[in-house]
């Protein structure tokens, strides 16, 4: 990856987690964790994606075991 493309990824990551600040949406540090991980070229999109929906539905399980 390149200096440019690397510079624009964490451009890309302090933007999002602006917005998601204006509009009052905590980020999670594993959130914020993929997104370094992105911004980095550790992870693609798609991974990152994939990591993210796991954690999602995992909380959701868990959310829904503890309320039935």
Sequence with gaps: MTTTA???????VKLA????AIEG???SDY?????LCW????????Q?????LASHR???EQERRAHA
């Design 25 to 27: 949406v905590p980020v």
């Design 58 to 60: 995992k909380m959701a």
């Design 6 to 12: 690397k510079a624009r990824r964490i451009q890309a």
């Design 39 to 46: 911004a980095n070229g550790e992870l693609t999109g798609e």
């Design 17 to 20: 987690d602006a917005l998601n």
């Design 31 to 35: 959130a914020k964790t993929l997104s």
């Design 48 to 52: 990152m994606k994939a990591a993210l």
